[in-house]
Nanobody
Framework: QVQLVESGGGLVQAGDSLRLSCAAS????????MGWFRQAPGKEREFVAA????????AYADSVKGRFTISRDNAKNTVHLQMNSLKLEDTAVYYC????????????????WGQGTQVTVAS
């Protein structure tokens, strides 16, 4: 089993950048495909980005493509989400997830989840 802890969220202005981190423990993340999801108040959890075991394959939601970058460091057991040009609509709780489906985009395809980190973008 793997435990995931997100960090790096906060309150920023529109146009700013943030870098989220997901630290794993219990098992090495090199055995898992990793993803980031987000959930805004009153909305369903939605896919943001995913990265394959070795990092060679990535996928992004259309809403973040070109602004967000997912990366992983298997040696440090961490996954990152670099978020640039943040918009008001990026405000949400961001979750890190681990699973065994290549660059999966559905929450049910992931087995382990972190507790989330709040990202708030103000105008």
């Amino acid at each position: 089993q793997v435990q995931l802890v997100e960090s790096g969220g906060g309150l920023v202005q529109a146009g700013d950048s943030l870098r989220l981190s997901c630290a794993a423990s219990g098992r090495t993340i090199s055995s898992y495909d990793m993803g980031w999801f987000r959930q805004a108040p009153g909305k369903e959890r939605e896919f943001v980005a995913a990265i394959s075991l070795g990092g060679g394959i990535t996928a992004y939601a259309d809403s973040v493509k070109g602004r967000f970058t997912i990366s992983r460091d298997n040696a440090k057991n961490t996954v990152h989400l670099q978020m640039n040009s943040l918009k008001l609509e990026d405000t949400a709780v961001y979750y890190c997830a681990a699973g065994q489906s290549v660059v999966a985009t559905l929450p049910r395809q992931y087995d382990y989840w972190g507790q989330g980190t709040q990202v708030t973008v103000a105008s």
